[in-house]
């Protein structure tokens, strides 16, 4: 067993130290932008609520996360809000607070915040008799610092909270390595339900826990005992898991039926997922992709600690037994089997190997503390040893911390230095959360005519809440992107080319009426868009283009004689050949063609892009007044014949007085 130089009783203190370290380091700025995901997780939390509040056990599931550790830290928030309130009822009050999300995210992200905050004092308790009071003071430091870690926990997302949870299941179980009590395979089986409750990939905490328990059986030979510690950590963990989770009470079977049947379904864990790494875009990026994007979340201070961890190794090889050294390997296991088993998924996010970030940080804390010894030997009997460590301890621990409060808001931003940063890793990795989206909807808010906008925007869940105006389609097609007055676009979105490389370009030629930048690298944009009046269906000429909608000068010509500038936009399918070229008539309702063509000289064609094509369209004076179809034709100039026209699913009928 690894002796601790603090007092049983007085490890309380650094414990509660690191607790308040953790909790102020997250509370700065809550409430001031909400990100991808938080839109579900907080209407889910008001399901959830009023669910409960109505009696209807069922309801209390909301998604097959299945996220219910945080859900309960929420519904406790609005239940206190709801007592300091005079709402009638709590379905009402719920309701209320979910039509003002910008006004209750704040609020609703204390509870991950306060969970993985007492989760960092956790880790520092049960480490420390494993790892002694240095290495788990630093490993534990750094998780209260860690901007990776430190910005999942702000947000209503359950990553932070279940690797943290996890963490403390292993913890807990690895400590039957040095006291046998039953009452540790408790505690270690109630930190697997929690985190089975929170997000997955928790599931993977219960067989891991073969690895502790059969380097425990290396050492005592006792595998009688290790295996029913196996089972009664498996049935706490479950038991854990139905008592929390209210839809289990009442229909078990079905809720297990619905998180199976959503996890593959819509969570489309089978399936690939655009992801953009190292410049290209794939929905398989390999096996490398998760060992590079965690790189790039991690410290220098944490990359020093993992340098000097192998080191450490070599000087333990003589007591491979030791408590210190077998949870050692069981953290780099771990860290091995939750990349294999993210890596089983192609659709892939840094974020869904969280759970590796403690037990990386507990194996940094290691590395540091024997450096920190070694540098104290260095320097001789001039400084001792009980003085310099916490000045060094507390060295290390606050260069994490200055990097998260130096990228306060928005500290999802922050990405290691010695790889290029931020500017660098939107080259390389995925990047964005939401974060400055809410700048772009605060721009859009002050236009003179921002009610009566229409706005697009790829993530238009997470900035509706924040918008005056109103959002529409933003569609594969980009004919809700053309038909809009502005459309966002955002760094996410652009690495990835989505909807559609050929939507991408056209807006970024255009100078954008705002953008946000993170230190002079622009992650969102705002674009004018052409207000483009959209057709109806997808009508094509194969080969040639698909037409996406039109514009004119005015509304509509409206009387013999009148000439008008029109536009067609369309998505170009092919090669347009030289002796072809589109023109635009009036079609009669004895369908007598009127009208005469006039293309812009600055037209040119290109492939595989969206395409404006100009020109201005000439009545002639004797046209009868009536309604007439919009008629836009593929002509062979050579022959100056028609070769096609776009089929309209519905016409565009032009009223002429």
Not at 126 to 145: K, M, N
Not at 281 to 294: D, V
Not at 330 to 336: D, E, F, H, K, Q
Request: aromatic letters at 12%.
């Amino acid at each position: 067993m690894t002796r601790s130089s603090l007092p049983r009783n007085a490890s309380i203190w650094p414990g509660l130290g690191l607790f308040a370290l953790a909790l102020l380091i997250r509370l700065p700025y809550l409430g001031t932008f909400m990100t991808i995901d938080e839109v579900k997780w907080v209407e889910g939390a008001g399901q959830f609520t009023t669910a409960l509040a109505g009696g209807d056990l069922s309801a209390t599931y909301w998604h097959f996360f299945p996220g219910i550790t945080i859900t309960w830290g929420e519904t406790v928030i609005l239940w206190l809000q709801y007592l300091a309130s005079d709402a009638a009822t709590v379905a009402a009050f719920v309701e209320n607070q979910m039509a003002n999300l910008p006004g209750l995210i704040g609020a609703m992200r204390l509870s991950p915040v306060i969970i993985t905050a007492l989760g960092v004092a956790g880790v520092f308790w049960l480490a420390r008799p494993l790892l002694g009071d240095v290495a788990a003071l630093i490993g534990a430091g750094l998780l209260a610092t860690d901007p990776f870690f430190v910005a999942h926990s702000r947000i209503v997302n359950g990553d932070a909270a279940a690797a943290v949870l996890m963490m403390l299941a292993l913890l807990a179980f690895a400590q039957l390595w040095a006291v046998w009590r039953w009452s540790k395979v408790g505690r270690a089986g109630l930190f697997a339900g929690l985190a089975l409750l929170t997000k997955l990939p928790a599931p993977i905490i219960l067989p891991f826990m073969a690895v502790p328990a059969g380097l425990g059986y290396v050492k005592d030979k006792n595998w009688q005992m290790w295996l029913l510690a196996l089972l009664l950590f498996g049935t706490i963990a479950a038991a854990t898991f139905a008592l929390l989770f209210p839809a289990m009470w009442v229909n078990p079977l079905e809720t297990l039926r619905l998180i199976y049947v959503e996890a593959f379904a819509v969570g489309e864990i089978g399936e690939g997922h655009d992801t953009f790494f190292m410049g290209q875009i794939s929905n398989n990026p390999g096996w490398l992709f998760y060992p590079y994007a965690i790189t790039f979340r991690l410290t220098p201070v944490t990359l020093a600690g993992l340098l000097f961890l192998p080191a450490w190794l070599w000087a333990q090889r003589r007591a491979l037994t030791a408590p210190r050294v077998r949870l050692v390997i069981t953290l780099a296991a771990y860290v091995i089997l939750v990349i294999v088993f993210a890596n089983v998924s192609p659709k892939k996010l840094d974020r869904y190997v969280m759970a590796v970030i403690p037990a990386l940080l507990l194996l940094a804390g290691v590395g540091l503390r024997w450096l920190i010894a070694g540098l104290a030997g260095f320097l001789g009997q001039k400084l001792a040893w009980a003085k310099l460590t916490p000045l060094l301890a507390a060295a290390v621990i606050a260069l994490p911390a200055w990097f998260t409060v130096a990228n306060y808001p928005y500290v999802l931003t922050y990405y290691n230095p010695l790889l290029g940063g931020f500017a660098r890793a939107v080259e390389q990795v995925p990047v964005g959360w939401g974060e400055g989206m809410e700048q772009a909807a605060a721009w859009l808010n002050a236009r003179p005519d921002a009610a009566n906008l229409r706005v697009s925007a790829w993530y238009s869940d997470m900035i509706r809440p924040h918008l005056r105006a109103q959002t529409v389609s933003f569609s594969s097609s980009g004919k809700g992107q053309l038909a809009a007055d502005y459309v966002i676009f955002y760094i996410n979105q652009t690495q990835r080319q989505n909807p559609s490389p050929a939507l991408i370009n056209y807006f970024s030629h255009t100078e954008p009426a705002f953008h946000v930048d993170y230190r002079g690298t622009p992650y969102v944009w705002v674009y004018r868009a052409p207000a483009m009046q959209p057709v109806s269906g997808s009508p094509k000429i194969e080969g040639r283009a698909q037409l996406l909608g039109y514009r004119w000068a005015a509304d509509a010509p409206q009387h013999p004689g009148d000439s008008v500038d029109l536009t067609l936009f369309m998505s170009t399918l092919g090669q347009l050949p030289n002796n072809e070229t589109f023109d635009i008539l009036l079609a009669g309702p004895d369908g007598s063609l009127w009208g005469s063509w006039l293309p812009d000289k600055a037209n040119a064609w290109q492939t595989d892009a969206i395409l404006e094509w100009r020109g201005s369209l000439t009545l002639p004076p004797e046209i009868p007044a009536g309604e007439y179809n919009l008629v836009i034709r593929l002509i062979d100039t050579n022959i100056q014949s028609e070769v096609t026209r776009f089929g309209l699913d519905e016409p565009v009928i032009i009223p002429l007085r």
